[in-house]
């Protein structure tokens, strides 16, 4: 929120109808132009990723915070452009991007850091060879399942394995001209995608039976939609 006069937006929660001030980007940077540019609750909300980036930058430097008093948990992880939990909370999911990288044009990588260990331990778990790619590993809060994602703007991979499995991901989505955007239920995925449809689609499936080819139609294309 940001009040009259504040160069930027400060974290706050309310605790018995009272605000409290978690976090305050100016106090980082007096000048005003270092701000908040996202925030990732943890499950229960006891915990919060607020990552925060100077002007002229998006690359973001993460600091978990703990969302009653807004003290500090462990170091800084700096230049991301993401930061997902994974299930189990000792871990989160990155995308490491700086000023540097982006000059380099370097291809992304999706890593798994331990919170609070050296950025020498994360571990490599998707990348892609193209700048102009993307790459996204994440776990549903509703799934048990870790879902890796690769593609462009008009294309997209989606594969998945179990929770804490270390088997091979499971190709259920592969296609060089379309795109299918998931959301990963408790019991059964759904997707949103243009394949072979362009007013788009959605579509259902199971985790027993996940690839494209037995997947169902639940809403199909409009002709004006």
Not at 139 to 144: F, Q
Not at 201 to 207: I, L, P, Q
Request: hydrophobic share 35%; proline share 6%; with cysteine.
């Amino acid at each position: 929120r940001t009040r009259r006069g504040e160069p930027q937006a400060k974290l706050y929660t309310r605790i018995d109808g009272r605000d409290k001030l978690l976090f305050d980007p100016v106090a980082l940077d007096p000048s005003g132009k270092t701000k908040i540019g996202a925030v990732v609750p943890n499950r229960d909300a006891t915990r919060l990723a607020v990552g925060v980036y100077a002007q002229g930058s998006e690359r973001k430097d993460f600091r978990i915070v703990d969302s009653t008093t807004g003290a500090q948990i462990g170091p800084m992880i700096t230049g991301l452009d993401s930061f997902g939990w994974a299930r189990d909370e000792r871990y989160a999911f990155i995308t490491p991007r700086t000023a540097e990288s982006d000059a380099n044009q370097e291809p992304m990588r999706c890593l798994k850091h331990r919170l609070g260990s050296e950025r020498a331990e994360d571990v490599l778990m998707l990348a892609v060879s193209d700048a102009k790619n993307y790459c996204a590993v994440y776990e549903p809060e509703e799934a048990d399942v870790t879902v890796f994602e690769t593609g462009d703007f008009w294309s997209n991979t989606v594969r998945i394995r179990p929770l804490a499995s270390t088997a091979e991901p499971r190709t259920i989505y592969a296609n060089d001209k379309f795109r299918a955007d998931g959301t990963f239920k408790r019991d059964r995925m759904y997707f949103r995608t243009n394949d072979n449809a362009p007013n788009w689609k959605v579509m259902a499936a199971s985790y027993a039976q996940p690839e494209f080819r037995d997947w169902t139609t639940l809403i199909p294309q409009q002709a004006t939609v």
